[in-house]
């Protein structure tokens, strides 16, 4: 309809962080796009096709998910983006905060029986690790803090986004 309408071109002026591709039968996340280590980057893409392939399981089965308000998500997306992995988001079943590794955790087990049918379960429990030792964000200020050079940030992106590239 946006583009019927002519408020935008085509489907791919659309900057939602989830949408289906404008051309090809397929969906696009955008909301992981910032990892430095190739590691990082398999583990979300891992992730985001095994959420697709369990709620692609669950509705063949006959079985829906809970749907929380885009507001409640926005919530907690704000406090993923500010506060890190470090951060408390908020468990809307328990309605209560809890801190993001448990997320995280529970997510793993919610797509626990779907990936070895993938062939990712390593990636996917890679998460486990980007909770851990922390994100390219976090290395970024680690690096800044050290140094005070914006400089030294920019080196040690290219080469972590390089280091596993090139045998």
Avoid at 83 to 91: E, F, M, P
Avoid at 137 to 164: F, K, N, P
Wanted: charged share 25%; net charge negative; with cysteine.
């Amino acid at each position: 309809m946006l583009v019927k309408t002519n408020c935008i071109d085509d489907g791919k002026k659309v900057w939602w962080d989830m949408r289906p591709h404008h051309v090809y039968p397929t969906l696009e996340f955008r909301v992981c796009d910032a990892v430095t280590k190739i590691e990082e980057a398999l583990c979300l893409a891992a992730l985001s096709q095994a959420i697709c392939a369990k709620l692609l399981k669950l509705r063949r089965n006959n079985l829906g998910f809970r749907r929380y308000s885009p507001h409640l998500i926005a919530e907690n997306k704000w406090r993923a983006l500010r506060h890190g992995v470090s951060g408390q988001l908020i468990d809307f079943g328990r309605q209560t905060e809890v801190p993001m590794a448990t997320l995280v955790s529970e997510l793993i087990e919610f797509v626990d029986d779907v990936v070895d049918e993938l062939g990712c379960r390593a990636e996917v429990a890679y998460a486990e690790t980007i909770v851990r030792d922390g994100t390219s964000a976090d290395r970024q200020l680690a690096v800044l803090d050290a140094t005070g050079s914006l400089h030294a940030v920019v080196d040690s992106i290219a080469a972590e986004t390089a280091e596993g590239l090139f045998v």
